[in-house]
């Protein structure tokens, strides 16, 4: 069976702060996908990465950056310098073989001014 | 492209009522899928499918039917509504869960009294 753990349920931090968001998965594929997306209040979901199960490279794109371990697996998201605009529910996604996308519960980050 | 668009975008239900919440889409997307949102449980899938005429059994399969006849639309069909499926309902399509990420329409929020 599939799952992703997201166990922070609420995060709080000061503007400027890094944060860093936990994703934990199993699965018993050997060919599977992880996908990070943000909520923000409005509700919409949006698409932040894609990591497939063979590139382990470590990953930055402006102020994000993502750090995927098969040995643990983990693929944790680090907001660097956080901001307002960043308050949002993160989720962690996990698709294998059978083209079924296992959520994470989610991550709600405040950011305070 | 209107992407994947979603009506209505509220509905308030009596219990014991039925009801279709529909999806569609404009990208000549073969995967199709439908979630449902509750607070702290992330989304859930409901049920899939991979192309036209081809659907599937996602975790949260219960109370709900639906069928492709054409690639574009996916509609989700409710039986006889309870009080249980109070929530956000999202569906999503893609190219492939594997290789692209899936893009969600905006949600239909549905309240069974």
């Known amino acids: 069976a599939q799952k992703v753990t997201q166990a922070q349920t609420e995060i709080s931090v000061v503007e400027k702060e890094d944060v860093t968001l936990d994703c934990v998965y199993e699965?018993?594929?050997?060919?599977?996908?992880l996908f990070w997306y943000k909520q923000p209040p409005s509700g919409e979901l949006v698409f932040l990465i894609r990591?497939?199960?063979?590139?382990?490279q470590n990953e930055i794109s402006g102020r994000y950056s993502w750090n995927f371990q098969k040995s643990t697996s983990s693929f944790n998201f680090t907001i660097t310098a956080s901001q307002v605009v960043d308050s949002a529910v993160y989720f962690c996604?996990?698709?294998?073989?059978?083209?079924?996308?296992?959520f994470g519960a989610g991550t709600r980050l405040f950011v305070k001014a | 492209n209107a992407g994947v668009t979603q009506t209505p975008k509220f509905q308030v239900l009596k219990t014991g009522q039925s009801m279709t919440l529909q999806c569609a889409q404009d990208?000549?997307?073969?995967?199709m899928s439908w979630y449902r949102q509750d607070p702290g449980m992330g989304l859930r899938l409901i049920h899939y499918?991979?192309?036209?005429?081809?659907?599937d059994q996602g975790e949260v399969p219960n109370g709900y039917n639906v069928s492709r006849s054409t690639t574009e639309d996916f509609p989700l069909r409710l039986l006889s509504a309870a009080p249980s499926q109070t929530s956000v309902y999202f569906c999503?399509?893609?190219?492939?869960?594997?290789?692209?990420?899936?893009?969600f329409g905006p949600g239909t929020r549905l309240l069974v009294l």
């Open positions: 990591r497939n199960s063979f590139d382990e």
């Open positions: 499918s991979v192309g036209a005429g081809i659907t």
């Open positions: 699965t018993r594929d050997t060919t599977y996908y």
């Open positions: 990208m000549n997307h073969e995967y």
């Open positions: 999503a399509s893609s190219y492939s869960p594997l290789l692209e990420t899936q893009y």
């Open positions: 996604a996990l698709v294998g073989g059978g083209f079924k996308t296992i």
